[in-house]
């Protein structure tokens, strides 16, 4: 059974109209991330949460926003998408923040802008 | 910050024969190092990990060596088999809640 769950799968919008893309887990892992991942390219960390603490990487565009409701849910919030941000979209978990522990992902969504 | 790359960026080998992808990282500091493996379409599965404590770790036909004085870590394949196509991702984490990514090896077995 998937333990981190992205929706949707796949996801179309407007060059410029605000989207959300949604994650949820059954783990109730402490720690959520978002990672974008362009074509043939590693995936890069935008942003994560432990608990209801964020922690933005220093390079995620402001366009960027996140929301983390309670435990088992966060949100990725485009808010005026553009060309440049058409990539996979990764949300993956951890049980704590320590060195040692293991990522979980979910299968992604494939963000396209038109 | 942590910079992992990873080579070689393509592989392909022969069903049945071994795959090696190595990768180094800058951070003396990072002390787990997983392997996660990328099907077309899907998120990153981990397949294998490493803890700075330990030289090697071996899983059926996976195995990983670790050395952390010369800062690089490796993946080795046994045996390829079909399956085992899709692109393979090395990572290091630095930090609390950093988890970075080598670039990516596109490993192809052919049958």
């Known amino acids: 059974d998937a333990m981190v769950i992205q929706n949707p799968r796949y996801q179309v919008t407007q060059f410029g109209k605000p989207v959300t893309l949604s994650c949820s887990q059954t783990?109730?892992?402490?720690?959520m991330y978002w990672y974008q991942q362009k074509s043939s390219q590693a995936p890069k960390l935008l942003f994560h949460?432990?608990?209801?603490?964020?922690?933005n990487e220093a390079d995620t565009p402001d366009n960027f926003q996140s929301r983390r409701p309670n435990t088992s849910f966060c949100f990725l919030d485009i808010r005026s998408p553009g060309l440049g941000d058409a990539a996979m979209y990764l949300c993956?978990?951890?049980?704590?923040?320590?060195?040692?522990?293991?990522?979980?992902f979910g299968q992604g969504t494939r963000l396209t802008v038109v | 910050g942590e910079n992992v790359e990873q080579h070689p960026s393509t592989l392909s080998v022969q069903e049945g024969d071994s795959a090696v992808i190595k990768c180094t990282y800058s951070?003396?500091?990072?002390?787990?190092f997983p392997w996660y493996k990328q099907e077309l379409g899907k998120g990153p599965q981990l397949i294998i990990d490493?803890?700075?404590?330990?030289g090697e770790k071996k899983d059926q036909r996976i195995a990983v060596t670790l050395n952390k004085t010369a800062k690089h870590f490796s993946l080795h394949i046994t045996e390829t088999q079909p399956e085992d196509s899709a692109v393979y991702f090395c990572?290091?984490?630095?930090?609390?809640?950093?988890?970075?990514f080598g670039t990516g090896t596109r490993l192809t077995v052919i049958p």
């Open positions: 993956a978990t951890s049980k704590t923040g320590a060195l040692n522990t293991e990522a979980f």
């Open positions: 783990l109730n892992h402490n720690v």
């Open positions: 949460y432990y608990d209801k603490d964020f922690n």
């Open positions: 951070d003396s500091a990072s002390n787990y």
């Open positions: 490493i803890r700075s404590n330990v």
């Open positions: 990572a290091a984490r630095t930090g609390a809640n950093n988890l970075f």
